[in-house]
């Protein structure tokens, strides 16, 4: 059974950083598109970031660009977002999800695996 794991929310004054990671069972991170999506309550789930599965070329919206950065290590089948210059509207529960069929999606129903997400909280 496929599993992801995140790790690494937490509390945050505004302007401080935060790194998440996330772990998958077997090579599902490492043969896989990985994604961080966010989801605020009563709001929708929105993406965050993305990392292709071989090249490592990423995309962000312009919410999190310049600020948020993912990155992964396929040895150890795990994927990171470093968040930094965090703002009170990034707070949210953080999920990582992954894609086999490679697509480098920004949608969320294009992610097969989904972790079961890590809370974010940053004061104002």
């Known amino acids: 059974q496929v599993q992801l794991v995140e790790s690494g929310g937490g509390l945050v004054q505004a302007g401080g950083s935060l790194r998440l990671s996330c772990t998958g069972s077997?090579?599902?991170?490492?043969?896989?598109?990985m994604g961080w999506f966010r989801q605020a309550p009563g709001k929708e789930r929105e993406f965050v970031a993305v990392?292709?599965?071989?090249?490592?070329?990423?995309y962000y919206p312009d919410s999190v660009k310049g600020r948020f950065t993912i990155s992964r290590d396929n040895a150890k089948n795990t994927v990171y977002l470093q968040m930094n210059s965090l703002k009170p509207e990034d707070t949210a529960v953080y999920y990582c999800?992954?894609?086999?069929?490679?697509?480098?999606?920004?949608?969320?129903?294009?992610?097969?695996?989904w972790g079961q997400g890590t809370q974010v909280t940053v004061s104002s």
């Open positions: 999800a992954a894609d086999p069929l490679l697509r480098n999606s920004v949608l969320s129903r294009n992610y097969q695996y």
């Open positions: 077997g090579r599902t991170v490492s043969s896989s598109a």
């Open positions: 990392v292709t599965q071989s090249d490592g070329i990423t």
